[in-house]
């Protein structure tokens, strides 16, 4: 069966950096994009970039661009997001999302992490 | 840049059929993607594609889309289906979301 299980809630202060992992199973996981998105308390779904675990290439939601960085270890399959520079608007719950097989486009998002909370508070 | 529009509520009486819309400009043209998201869970894919619905996934929700407006048809609509839903479609290289839709259900 297909799950990604993500790391534990994190909290930090304005300035710091936060990394978020994301492990998957289940699935080729070289095969497929892995997509971050977050959600703010109260608030809707917002994607945050993706990352090709085959390539290691990225692509990065504009808002997030120069603070956000993907990364990926294949030997243990497992992704990575981290965001620098965090802010209190930055609270949120973080998800990752499994995306389409590598080389489509205009993919869903079919299997979903449990979400990580990260809190930012001085 | 493209904006995709939901209605905030949807109220449906159960075993009535409920309808949530999600507007953007020739969305017609584009893959629409549905997904449920429960309090305190993660989202649930629901529809791909427009119309396309996973494994797993009651044949009471189904979609569509044409010109403006894509929708999301919930039929014999049940208590466990009170959640937010979100559309989702790609412009360009970039993932978008909309607002989402609160189902209460009567």
């Known amino acids: 069966q297909v799950h990604l299980v993500q790391s534990g809630a994190e909290v930090k202060k304005p300035g710091a950096s936060v990394k978020v992992s994301c492990k998957a199973s289940?699935?080729?996981?070289?095969?497929?994009?892995m997509h971050w998105v977050r959600q703010a308390p109260g608030q809707g779904l917002e994607w945050m970039g993706w990352?090709?675990?085959?390539?290691?290439?990225?692509n990065y939601a504009q808002k997030f661009q120069g603070r956000v960085t993907m990364t990926r270890d294949t030997s243990i399959s497992t992704a990575y997001m981290e965001l620098s520079r965090l802010r209190s608007d930055d609270t949120a719950v973080y998800y990752c999302?499994?995306?389409?097989?590598?080389?489509?486009?205009?993919?869903?998002?079919?299997?979903w992490g449990q979400g990580t909370v990260v809190t930012v508070s001085s | 840049s493209y904006v995709l529009t939901q209605p905030p509520s949807v109220s449906v009486a159960p075993g009535q059929t409920a309808r949530i819309t999600c507007g953007g400009n020739?969305?017609?043209?584009?893959?629409v993607h549905w997904y449920q998201q429960k309090p305190g869970q993660a989202p649930v894919l629901l529809v791909y594609?427009?119309?396309g619905r996973p494994s797993g996934i009651p044949e009471r929700f189904s979609g569509s889309n044409s010109g403006n407006t894509a929708t999301l048809t919930i039929s014999r609509v049940e208590a466990g289906d009170e959640a937010d839903y979100y559309c989702?479609?790609?412009?360009?290289?970039?993932?978008?979301f909309g607002p989402g839709t609160k189902v209460t259900v009567l």
């Open positions: 999302a499994r995306g389409g097989i590598i080389g489509t486009t205009q993919n869903a998002f079919d299997i």
């Open positions: 989702q479609a790609w412009d360009s290289s970039s993932a978008l």
């Open positions: 289940g699935y080729t996981f070289m095969g497929y994009y």
């Open positions: 990352i090709n675990p085959n390539s290691d290439g990225t």
């Open positions: 020739n969305i017609g043209s584009k893959s």
């Open positions: 594609d427009d119309s």
